[in-house]
């Protein structure tokens, strides 16, 4: 019994240093007894995170038969059990747990981050259609990036830009010239987009592109 104590003791400590490094200091938690076929006694760890208590993992006390199968009769041990998505869906406000299998871009992209520490905050997806227009031009002979060109279309399109994709490029066989066709897709967070206004907002980045980048256009 002194023994189950002291590993009691162990796994809280460990989990709340767990739970606390992941939402931040001054934590609000709380044991919740329960039962596991595997473990005794056994808990569930509840936080009160923005005023409302949830609960984020299950752990215990391993049955000690189980630990002996295990060829480890001179230890015992405990374990716990998370559910990634729930912890990922608290921290970043995600509203659905089926956007974790989605293949959506526009989900994908906001935690492509260069450092790990970087914060991220989830923007919902837009639930109005895209519209997508294509842009193509010859390249200049020198001093061109694409990151130029996705540079510029965001500055010009602000937020209604969804994402700029390279679907294409070609050679002339003659001049050797080079020009990239691009994939502009548009979308409203909050109502459907006309092709008439978005056809603007295209236009203008065709001007951009000439006159900034010194493409020649195949408008």
């Not at 809280?12 to 329960?34: A, E, P, Y």
């Not at 747990?97 to 992209?109: G, H, N």
């Not at 909050?190 to 236009?203: D, N």
Request: with cysteine; hydrophobic share 40%; net charge negative.
């Amino acid at each position: 019994m002194e023994a189950t104590k002291l590993i009691e003791f162990d796994l809280k400590q460990t989990l709340i240093r767990l739970v606390t490094h992941i939402f931040g200091d001054g934590l609000d938690i709380r044991w919740v007894d329960c039962y596991f076929p595997f473990t005794h006694p056994s808990y569930e760890m509840e936080i009160n995170f923005h005023g409302e208590w949830l609960e984020v993992l299950g752990c215990g006390v391993m049955e000690q038969q189980l630990v002996n199968s295990a060829g480890a009769q001179d230890r015992i041990g405990w374990a716990f059990g998370l559910g990634l998505e729930r912890l990922a869906m608290i921290l970043y406000d995600i509203p659905d747990i089926r956007l974790f299998w989605s293949e959506d871009e526009r989900f994908l992209k906001q935690f492509r981050v260069s450092d790990i520490n970087q914060k991220v905050k989830f923007q919902p997806l837009s639930k109005y259609p895209a519209v997508i227009n294509d842009i193509s031009f010859w390249l200049p002979s020198e001093n061109y990036t694409e990151n130029d060109f996705y540079d510029l279309v965001r500055t010009v399109g602000g937020d209604l830009v969804e994402k700029v994709d390279l679907i294409d490029k070609f050679e002339h066989p003659k001049t050797h010239k080079t020009s990239h066709c691009y994939r502009i897709t548009y979308r409203h967070m909050e109502r459907t987009l006309s092709q008439r206004e978005v056809r603007h907002i295209h236009q203008a980045v065709q001007e951009a592109a000439v006159q900034l980048l010194g493409v020649e256009g195949r408008f």
